[in-house]
Structure formats: C-alpha cells, structure tokens
C-alpha cells in the first residue's frame, strides 16, 4: 500500500470530535450510535428523507406533510390560550389556493408576517379546510435564506443530539473528508453494475436531489456492504483451505460402488451429485467443511452412511452426531442395515449408555477397534479419544452450537466435516450465513413421493379428523398427533398432550397409541419410538421431541394440534415426518389463529410444500436475524442492504468476491491495496466466523 493510500486510509479514522462543533457531551451520545470517527459519521445513513421541495398543492393528498411556497394574504392573528400558548395563522396564496397557516408557539412570528412576503411553509395539511399547521418556515425573500429545495435527511438520534446538527456535521464532514474517501470497489465492478463512485455516493446518500439519486447511493452501499463481506468470507475460506492440512483418504472407488449397488434402491441424481462432491473432497488434501442441505425425506441419511462407508474402507474412523436419542438410535439401526453385508464396527454412545457400554466403546474407539460411532452430545465429551478419525457428519447441524462442533472437530487431526441439514435456508443464505463453508443442495426427492396434502380444520371439525383418522389406520397405515406443550397452562390454554392421549384411547380403545414426550426417560422414548416404527403402536401422540430426523415410512398421517403455536419450519419439519413412502400422506393443521401471521402461516402450509419456498416465506414473515438466531448465526449488521429483499444482489457480490480472491493479481497489485489492507484488519477479528 502506497504512503498516500496509507494516508488516505487514516483521514477517515480521526475521532468526530475533530469536526468543529462536536464537543465531548455531544461525543458519548454518538458513540451510543455508534459513531466514533469520521468514518462512522459519514456512514450513519438517513433512515428516510424529509421531502423540502415546494409542492403543487393540486397533487398533495390529505394529511400529508408538505413544503408549499406562497405569498403572505393577510394579516396575521394572534391568540393566546391556556398557559402560555399562542396561536398565530395567516392567510397564504399558494398557486390557486388560498390556505390558512397556523403556527403555534411562536408569538414572534406574528412582526414578520406582512402581506405579499414570500414565505415557505412545511408541514401538515388538511386539505378539506386547506389548513396547514406549520412545523418549519423560512422567508423566502431574504438572500441569506434562500431556502434549499431538496430532500433532507433524517438520522436516528439519541440523547440531546438533535437531527439539525447531525445534518450540519455531515455537510461539514463530506467537504473535508471527500478527497479522503477511498473507493473500495474495483473500477471493473463499478463500471459493470453503472454504481456509483464512494465519495459521490456518500454524498447523494445524505443530500439527493431527488428520490432517484437517494436511490442510486443507496444501490451503491448495498452492493459495497454484500461485496467487502463476501470478500471476507472467501478470504477466510481461502486461508482456513491453506492452514489446514486435511487428510487425502484413499478409499477404493470399485468397492465404494458396489456398496453403492448393494443398497435397497437407486439413488437419485441429485444425491449421487452430493456424494461425487463429498467423495472428492474426502480423496483431497484439504479439510472437507461442507454443508449438505435436502428438503425432510430427501434422502441425506444414505449418503451419509456411502461417505462414511468410504471413509472406513480407506482405513479411517467416523463419527455421526445427532442432537437426539431418539435420532442417534434410528440412525444406528439404519446403519447397521445398510452395512448388514460390510466388515465394519459401529457403536451407539448416547447418554442412556451404561458405564460398561461407554467404557468399552471409548476403549474401543481409542484402539481403533470400532470403526464409526453415532450418537449425541455423549460424543463430544472430554474422555472421547479417536485412534484415527476421518470423518464427522453432523445432522440437523442447526440444532448444535458452534462451539458443540467445533469440540467434536478437536476429536482428531484434521478431519474432513459434513454438516446435514434440513432446514431449508435458500441456498445463497446459507453460504453467507456459514461463509466459509462449500455447500452442497439435494434438491430432488426419491421417485414416487407424493405431496403431502396438507389441510387447515378448526377444533370443532375434531370429529371429522377422528374419522379420517380411523380410515387411514384401518388401512394399515399409521398416525402422529403432535401437541406443542406437556403441561396444561391457564396462560397459553393449550392443549395437554397427556390429556390428548386419553381422549384418543377413549375414542380409539381398539388402537395401540402411544406416548411420546420430554418427560419421559430416554430408555422409555426409545422403547416407544422403536414400537411405533415397527408397527406395533397405531398412533404416537408427541411433543416436538419428534421434530428432527424420525423415519417411519408407513405413517402416513400427521395430525398438529394448535398448529398456530409453531413456526413455519418447524410446522414444515413436522410434516416432513410423513409423505416418506409410497403411500398418499396428509397433515392436518389444526388451529385457530389469532393474529394475521399466523393465519398467513395456515395459508402458507396449505399452499406451499417445498421446503426451499416455506423457508423463503418464513424469512419474508420473520426477517433475517430471528431466522437465523443472531447468536450463532455470525452475520454482521448490514446498514442499507437486506439479504431477503436485495438476495439477487448477495449473490452477484458473492461471485466476484470469490472471482476477486481466486485472482492471482488481486494479491500483488497496487490498486487492489486498500482492499488487502481492509481484509488484513477484518481477519484479525474474522476467525471466530470459523466452526
Ligand atoms: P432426510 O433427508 O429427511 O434425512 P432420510 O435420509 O431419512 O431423509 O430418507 C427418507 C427416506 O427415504 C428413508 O426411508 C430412506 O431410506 C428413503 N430413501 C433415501 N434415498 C432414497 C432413494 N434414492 N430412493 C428411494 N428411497 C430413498
Ligand atoms: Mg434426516
């Protein structure tokens, strides 16, 4: 970086108080708005504009807050009234209106008011009584005030900042500072996309002529704001592929196909296309850090047991992390299936196992004698010691914190890691989201999967429910109810679903319904969930602890009581639970929202039943950072851009980071230095965005 960029650089990072006029006091109440330098002052953005320019009255709505101009029709008069208030209104010809002016407060007002003075006037007006209640005016005849016709901006404030100063600070801020504002994005990009240059921009963001200008500044920023964090991320990305050295595993491609043929069903392209990118990335030298995302039934299970399979064969240990018993149990039994034929060892360690069980199964993974462990939180625990590990996957990845991960991480040297997901975040979020993580979509369900026909009934169409209810089991198949709560509350008036399990042993004595929920021990979920997935319970009446992963392909029916009381995910996981074999499957919403989100969320259920649009419209109802959780979610505070509203935009801004980053000359040449310098600073900090 040149001496002169350097300086450049720096001007912007001189404390605000170097303006004239921003003393200590008024100091701390911008550093509650974050505003310490130069810098942040300039990039404190209005939120919106007051529209100053004078009006044609003809085209103003009522109510509305205007600027008019206008000369001064009559006297004024003043009344006052109450304690110490005052009234003073005048009449003003605006065009071909005549209106009344009404100024409160301002007795002194009433000296300059003289017929046939120019005058303009903002604020309210009524347009039924022409009456316009003055909030600001300037003499327009005066040279000293020849007023400005434009859009003023308007700041958030706090304390005793008052908006008028900060409007004063920035106009002073962008004449001093504007030679020392440095373009960040490269010539090629701006040229490309017609964006506007930095200290232009930052201009007509604060003071546009019109709308169309605010408008340009604020595509400008947007784009900086996804570009210079995009940048980051791929650097990141860049640097953690350079310092980890990951393990090449040589598994045998012939073997890994046969096992592939041995399975009960073809997999599908998009599967395959998962697996051929995790199998490469499992043969390469670098650290696999891949998320593999797939609509509920899509199929993940299986290529996690192929990448696994291959792992093991090239002589490595694996690891499969669940967040629940219940999941790490099916998990372990569909494994032992798949591998029913192969020579590998695979232990289930959760915290049901007894003492003997652990101790054996930690000795026998320090030995190396067993070969792949599922199980829960149980796997991450201090005394867990690998021989040889080569391969984590991590499923529904978004019920473990970051630090869970990255514990398990720790277990071996540079393992390669799958994260699985169903929680369908559209793609290009989620690779902001994880940044530094490749991420892998199955965007296709096995052949034969029928929709799920979703319907909305209220409580009183109960009886209706029941009977379908009894056809589809009368036909062999099987039921979940799932409850949101365990314990009655007068609060939430929900329904118990202890209570709802004895109702439906009343009204069904001649089923097998069994009762799933947090309360009970893990031996005895276990114990239930295995019967219901062998058939022998009819209907499970569930809490959410059934939530995640559960694959019981003959239930066909997913019955949600006060289905209002959950969030669109979630109501989309749920009903993922059925539609996951060949039969037609149905879910029934049972719910009687309150408010209008959550009959929209009904709407939504009914209409919707891809999981990539549900999550696109829980994002839209929800906003980013609730969808996300801001605690793990590592996403940084954008000032002007919006990954939902402005999402084509994050992805061009991705593309040419990464473009920029892959390009040999963005490392050494000259103008790419305020850049390098920007990433250099971030990086320090930017670590903690790794899992
Ligand atoms: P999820 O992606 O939600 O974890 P699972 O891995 O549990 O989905 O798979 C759902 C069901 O689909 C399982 O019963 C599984 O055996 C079955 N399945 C997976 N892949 C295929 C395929 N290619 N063809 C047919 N059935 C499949
Ligand atoms: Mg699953």
Same mark, same amino acid.
């Given at each position: 970086?040149?001496?002169?960029?350097?300086a450049?650089?720096?001007?912007?990072?001189?404390?605000?108080?170097?303006? $004239?006029?921003?003393?200590?006091?008024?100091?701390?109440?911008?550093?509650?708005?974050?505003?310490?330098?130069?810098?942040?002052?300039?990039?404190?953005?209005?939120?919106?504009?007051?529209?100053?320019?004078?009006?044609?009255?003809?085209?103003?709505?009522?109510?509305?807050t205007?600027?008019?101009?206008?000369?001064?029709?009559?006297?004024?008069?003043?009344?006052?009234?109450?304690?110490?208030?005052?009234?003073?209104?005048?009449?003003?010809?605006?065009?071909?209106?005549?209106?009344?002016?009404?100024?409160?407060?301002?007795?002194?007002?009433?000296?300059?008011?003289?017929?046939?003075?120019?005058?303009?006037?903002?604020?309210?007006?009524?347009?039924h009584?022409?009456?316009?209640?003055?909030q600001?005016?300037?003499?327009?005849?005066?040279?000293?005030?020849?007023?400005?016709?434009?859009?003023?901006?308007?700041?958030?404030?706090?304390?005793?900042?008052?908006?008028?100063q900060?409007?004063?600070?920035?106009?002073?801020?962008?004449?001093?500072?504007?030679?020392?504002?440095?373009?960040?994005?490269?010539?090629?990009?701006?040229?490309?996309?017609?964006?506007?240059?930095?200290?232009?921009?930052?201009? $007509?963001?604060?003071?546009?002529?019109?709308?169309?200008?605010?408008?340009?500044?604020?595509?400008?920023?947007?784009?900086?704001?996804?570009?210079?964090?995009?940048?980051?991320?791929?650097a990141?990305?860049?640097?953690?592929?350079?310092?980890?050295?990951?393990?090449?595993?040589?598994?045998?491609?012939?073997?890994?196909?046969?096992f592939?043929?041995? @399975?009960p069903?073809?997999?599908?392209?998009?599967?395959? $296309?998962?697996?051929?990118?995790?199998?490469?990335?499992?043969?390469?030298?670098?650290?696999?850090?891949?998320?593999?995302?797939?609509?509920?039934?899509?199929?993940?299970?299986?290529?996690?047991?192929?990448?696994?399979?291959?792992?093991?064969?090239?002589?490595?240990?694996?690891?499969?992390?669940?967040?629940?018993?219940?999941?790490?149990?099916?998990?372990?039994?569909?494994?032992?299936?798949?591998?029913?034929?192969?020579?590998?060892?695979?232990?289930?360690?959760?915290?049901s196992?007894?003492?003997?069980?652990?101790?054996?199964?930690?000795a026998?993974?320090?030995?190396?004698?067993i070969?792949?462990?599922?199980?829960?939180?149980?796997?991450?625990?201090?005394?867990?010691?690998?021989?040889?590990?080569?391969?984590?996957?991590?499923?529904?990845?978004?019920?473990?914190?970051?630090?869970?991960?990255?514990?398990?991480?720790?277990?071996?040297?540079?393992?390669?890691?799958?994260?699985?997901?169903?929680?369908?975040?559209?793609?290009?979020?989620?690779?902001?989201?994880?940044?530094?993580?490749d991420?892998?979509?199955?965007?296709?369900?096995?052949?034969?999967?029928?929709?799920?026909?979703?319907?909305?009934?209220?409580?009183?169409?109960?009886?209706?429910?029941?009977?379908?209810?009894?056809?589809?089991?009368?036909?062999?198949r099987?039921?979940?109810?799932?409850?949101?709560?365990?314990?009655?509350?007068?609060?939430?008036?929900?329904?118990?679903?202890?209570?709802?399990?004895?109702? @439906?042993?009343?009204?069904?004595?001649?089923?097998?319904?069994?009762?799933?929920?947090?309360?009970?021990?893990?031996?005895?979920?276990?114990?239930?969930?295995?019967?219901?997935?062998?058939?022998?319970?009819?209907?499970?009446?569930?809490?959410?602890?059934?939530?995640?992963?559960?694959?019981?392909?003959?239930?066909?029916?997913?019955?949600?009581?006060?289905?209002?009381?959950?969030?669109?995910?979630?109501?989309?996981?749920?009903?993922?639970?059925?539609?996951?074999?060949?039969?037609?499957?149905?879910?029934?919403?049972?719910?009687?929202?309150?408010?209008?989100?959550?009959?929209?969320?009904?709407?939504i259920?009914?209409?919707?039943?891809?999981?990539?649009?549900?999550?696109?419209?829980?994002?839209?109802?929800?906003?980013?950072?609730?969808?996300?959780?801001?605690?793990?979610?590592?996403?940084?505070d954008?000032?002007?851009?919006?990954?939902?509203?402005d999402?084509?935009?994050?992805?061009?801004?991705?593309?040419?980071?990464?473009?920029?980053?892959?390009?040999?000359?963005f490392?050494?040449?000259?103008?790419?230095?305020?850049?390098?310098?920007?990433?250099?600073?971030?990086?320090?900090?930017?670590?903690?965005?790794?899992?």
């Open positions: 970086m040149s001496k002169q960029d350097w450049v650089y720096h001007a912007l990072k001189q404390p605000v108080t170097t303006l $004239k006029g921003v003393g200590e006091a008024l100091a701390e109440d911008l550093s509650l708005l974050g505003i310490k330098t130069i810098e942040d002052l300039l990039f404190h953005f209005p939120y919106r504009y007051d529209d100053c320019r004078p009006k044609d009255l003809a085209e103003v709505g009522h109510e509305e205007v600027t008019v101009e206008g000369t001064v029709h009559s006297e004024p008069v003043l009344r006052f009234y109450g304690r110490n208030k005052a009234r003073c209104s005048f009449k003003v010809l605006v065009g071909r209106y005549l209106i009344t002016a009404v100024i409160f407060n301002r007795p002194y007002v009433k000296q300059q008011v003289k017929v046939g003075r120019s005058i303009r006037l903002t604020g309210k007006i009524d347009k009584r022409l009456q316009l209640t003055v600001h005016y300037q003499w327009s005849d005066t040279a000293s005030n020849k007023g400005e016709e434009t859009l003023l901006p308007v700041y958030s404030v706090t304390g005793k900042l008052k908006v008028a900060l409007r004063k600070w920035m106009k002073a801020a962008l004449r001093d500072y504007a030679a020392y504002i440095p373009e960040m994005i490269p010539q090629s990009l701006l040229t490309r996309y017609k964006l506007l240059p930095r200290p232009e921009a930052l201009r $007509k963001i604060h003071f546009p002529k019109d709308y169309e200008e605010g408008k340009q500044a604020k595509r400008r920023f947007i784009y900086e704001e996804f570009f210079l964090f995009q940048l980051k991320m791929q990141l990305r860049k640097r953690h592929r350079e310092q980890v050295e990951g393990i090449p595993q040589h598994y045998d491609q012939q073997k890994v196909e046969n592939i043929r041995s @399975l069903f073809e997999l599908t392209a998009a599967q395959r $296309k998962a697996l051929d990118q995790i199998l490469h990335d499992l043969k390469s030298p670098f650290a696999m850090n891949r998320l593999l995302q797939g609509d509920v039934g899509s199929g993940k299970t299986v290529v996690a047991a192929i990448s696994l399979y291959a792992s093991i064969s090239a002589g490595y240990q694996g690891a499969f992390m669940v967040p629940t018993e219940i999941l790490a149990e099916q998990h372990y039994l569909s494994l032992k299936q798949f591998y029913r034929n192969e020579n590998i060892q695979i232990a289930l360690l959760t915290g196992s007894t003492p003997k069980e652990r101790r054996e199964i930690l026998g993974l320090q030995l190396g004698t070969d792949l462990v599922v199980g829960t939180h149980a796997l991450i625990q201090k005394d867990v010691y690998f021989k040889n590990l080569g391969l984590i996957i991590t499923d529904e990845q978004h019920r473990f914190g970051v630090e869970q991960r990255r514990q398990l991480r720790r277990k071996g040297a540079a393992p390669d890691v799958l994260l699985m997901t169903a929680t369908p975040i559209p793609r290009t979020l989620a690779i902001t989201a994880f940044g530094d993580l991420v892998t979509v199955i965007d296709e369900l096995p052949a034969g999967r029928k929709k799920v026909e979703t319907y909305w009934v209220k409580e009183h169409m109960l009886d209706r429910v029941f009977r379908f209810m009894q056809n589809e089991i009368d036909q062999g099987q039921a979940y109810v799932v409850c949101p709560l365990i314990e009655e509350s007068d609060k939430l008036d929900v329904q118990n679903v202890i209570d709802f399990h004895a109702k @439906l042993c009343k009204v069904f004595p001649q089923y097998r319904i069994g009762l799933l929920h947090g309360r009970l021990s893990s031996a005895e979920k276990g114990k239930t969930m295995r019967r219901f997935a062998q058939g022998e319970i009819q209907i499970l009446v569930t809490t959410t602890v059934i939530e995640v992963g559960v694959d019981v392909p003959n239930a066909t029916l997913m019955i949600i009581y006060d289905a209002e009381r959950f969030g669109l995910s979630q109501l989309h996981q749920l009903r993922g639970r059925v539609g996951r074999g060949n039969h037609q499957s149905y879910c029934i919403l049972i719910a009687d929202p309150k408010t209008e989100a959550g009959i929209q969320r009904m709407h259920m009914r209409s919707t039943h891809d999981g990539f649009e549900v999550a696109k419209k829980d994002l839209a109802l929800r906003g980013t950072g609730d969808f996300f959780g801001t605690k793990q979610s590592g996403l940084p954008f000032k002007v851009a919006d990954m939902i509203r999402y084509r935009a994050l992805e061009v801004a991705r593309k040419d980071a990464q473009a920029l980053i892959q390009n040999p000359s490392w050494t040449d000259e103008q790419f230095g305020l850049l390098r310098t920007y990433l250099e600073e971030q990086l320090g900090t930017g670590e903690k965005l790794l899992d």
